[in-house]
């Protein structure tokens, strides 16, 4: 079959051949899926990416980065055949999705994240039957293929501590504008969206973002008072009544923003962590301290929110189509990984094999 490889520091498109099914598992058939941050950072980083899993202890830790790999977890396919001892709850056909982990006779192996078992910028898939969430009433394939970075947005906004609150997300790149989406469809805000990329921040106005900022023009920061976050000088020991509190989402992850965002956040701000930083960085403590500032750092999401926003997407709950920038084939896929690592201007792009 054919996919887009990750053969060294490159992707390249080429043949590649699918793993027999094992007892529990099934073939599919990949009809779209998204192109994430993290297989980005795979290209170029992909040794202390999967150092940082070996020393968290995750799957993608035992990945050999000498091998080909074929990324790809954020998708939707069609069962085509059964592998022995599966139940066929499901029918050949039908649209899936997926928690990207398999099971075999070796243990637990990530899909899109394996030198064993290709992701979804291949043709077809192995996956395991146990794992699978069927795409219900008629959703369509490319919008199912964003539930996965939805919930990773689902997490993140439940690990925030809701209240009177008023919000800010900064980098309005696919995590970000998930974000803000989920913010919205719970009623929260207002929101406030920061990106250089126009495109980005048209989006970001689409989902319902309440106040949206070019931080090349203005200061994100200027906008918290008008929301009714307290900002600029206390008086220590406090003698001011907070009447609402700030809630940061940093959704870039390069090196000096997370400190950035310490330096200008209000005091007494919880800034949730979404953006994946590859480099070693400092912060300043005292900053942190003084202002009493809480961070929480973020990754992937429950199955229970796998499963909720798999259903809210299919319901229509969850309109992800605004975040939808193109649908390219596997031949644009190398082109498009140096786009989107080099001058990022999209926001979700979709694979479909099929092209």
């Known amino acids: 079959m054919r996919a887009a490889i990750r053969r060294g520091p490159a992707i390249i498109v080429d043949d590649y051949e699918l793993p027999p099914l094992q007892?529990?598992?099934?073939?599919?058939?990949?009809?779209?899926?998204?192109?994430?941050?993290?297989?980005?950072?795979?290209?170029?980083?992909?040794?202390p990416f999967i150092d940082y899993g070996r020393r968290a202890g995750l799957l993608t830790g035992r990945i050999d980065p000498n091998k080909d790999v074929v990324l790809g977890h954020e998708f939707c396919a069609e069962?085509?055949?059964f592998g022995p001892n599966t139940e066929k709850t499901l029918k050949e056909g039908a649209l899936v999705g997926a928690f990207a982990v398999n099971f075999d006779d070796?243990?637990?192996?990530?899909?899109?994240?394996?030198?064993?078992?290709?992701?979804?910028?291949?043709?077809?898939?192995?996956?395991?039957?146990?794992?699978?969430?069927?795409?219900?009433?008629?959703?369509?394939?490319?919008?199912?293929?964003l539930v996965e970075p939805m919930a990773v947005a689902v997490h993140a906004v439940n690990?925030?501590?809701h209240g009177d609150s008023a919000y800010m997300v900064i980098g309005c790149g696919p995590i970000g504008l998930a974000i803000i989406a989920e913010l919205k469809a719970r009623g929260l805000g207002p929101v406030i969206a920061s990106d250089f990329v126009a495109e980005r921040r048209a989006i970001a106005e689409r989902l319902g973002a309440d106040v949206i900022v070019n931080p090349a023009e203005h200061d994100p920061h200027g906008h918290w008072i008008a929301t009714g976050v307290p900002y600029g000088p206390t008086v220590y020991p406090r003698v001011q009544t907070q009447t609402k509190r700030a809630i940061l989402f940093e959704c870039v992850g390069v090196p000096g923003m997370l400190n950035a965002l310490i330096d200008a956040a209000p005091r007494g701000a919880q800034i949730i962590i979404a953006g994946v930083c590859m480099a070693p960085d400092q912060i300043e403590p005292s900053m942190a301290i003084n202002k009493e500032l809480e961070l929480k750092f973020v990754i992937a999401y429950?199955?229970?929110?796998?499963?909720?926003?798999m259903h809210r997407v299919c319901e229509g709950e969850l309109d992800v189509t605004p975040m939808i920038s193109r649908i390219i084939g596997l031949d644009e896929v190398p082109a498009t990984f140096e786009e989107l690592l080099t001058q990022p201007r999209a926001a979700k792009v979709l694979v479909d094999p099929r092209r």
């Open 79 to 81: 069962i085509v055949e």
């Open 159 to 161: 690990k925030a501590d």
């Open 302 to 309: 429950s199955a229970d929110e796998f499963r909720q926003t």
């Open 106 to 145: 070796k243990g637990a192996e990530g899909v899109g994240f394996s030198n064993r078992y290709p992701g979804g910028y291949a043709e077809y898939m192995v996956l395991t039957e146990s794992m699978l969430l069927p795409v219900t009433n008629g959703c369509p394939s490319e919008q199912a293929a």
């Open 23 to 47: 007892n529990g598992q099934v073939r599919v058939r990949t009809l779209h899926c998204g192109i994430c941050g993290s297989d980005l950072h795979a290209v170029h980083h992909f040794e």
